[in-house]
């Protein structure tokens, strides 16, 4: 199902790319564009995350506008607390971060280092891990790792799924 998925959406590109619509776009990005940050939180409420970042006939994307009217405010808000796809190009091969007018507006598409992009950060549960020996003498009988000498494992029995 992922696939029939991500196919429709490659073909929906296809075509707004060949033949974009001026003038047509949703209201997620009419309230992109107009730097409406109230209206784009209403309508985001609603509004499933693939259409979020669904390119819009117009050949954009409600970021790209964001971006590109310099909406400082909107940007942070679909890029920090939404989480919305950041390397979608336009019809005319742009990213939204190449169509920021500023630099305050393309620091917002930078990670900070600080954050782990793999790792829930509202678990209570700690990450564990798996240690590999570094002393063989100590695995004799038991079937050696695939990892290196001093790798770390993750251990996978707590992980949680997104969707």
């Known amino acids: 199902m992922g696939n029939e998925q991500t196919k429709e959406e490659e073909k929906h590109e ?5 033949n974009p619509q001026v003038g047509e776009a949703s209201p997620l990005y009419w309230a992109c564009r107009g730097g409406d940050l109230d209206a784009v939180n209403e309508i985001l409420s609603s509004t499933p995350f693939s259409d979020i970042n669904r390119l819009e006939p117009n050949g ?11 909406h400082t ?3 942070r808000f679909l890029v920090q607390e939404r989480g919305i796809i950041r ?35 509202n678990s209570d549960a700690p990450p564990q891990f798996i240690f590999t020996k ?3 003498e100590e695995d004799e009988g038991e079937e050696e790792e695939d990892s290196p000498d001093g790798w770390v494992q993750g251990d996978n029995s707590t992980a949680t799924t997104h969707t």
Do not use: M
């Open 60 to 70: 954009s994307t409600a970021l790209h506008a964001a971006s590109f009217f310099g």
């Open 73 to 75: 405010d909107v940007v």
């Open 134 to 136: 570094d002393n063989k």
């Open 87 to 121: 390397h979608r190009k336009n019809r005319h091969g742009l990213t939204a971060y190449q169509e920021a007018p500023t630099k305050e507006i393309r620091r917002l598409f930078h990670r900070p280092s600080s954050v782990n992009r793999f790792v829930e950060e």
């Open 14 to 18: 296809t075509v707004v790319l060949r």
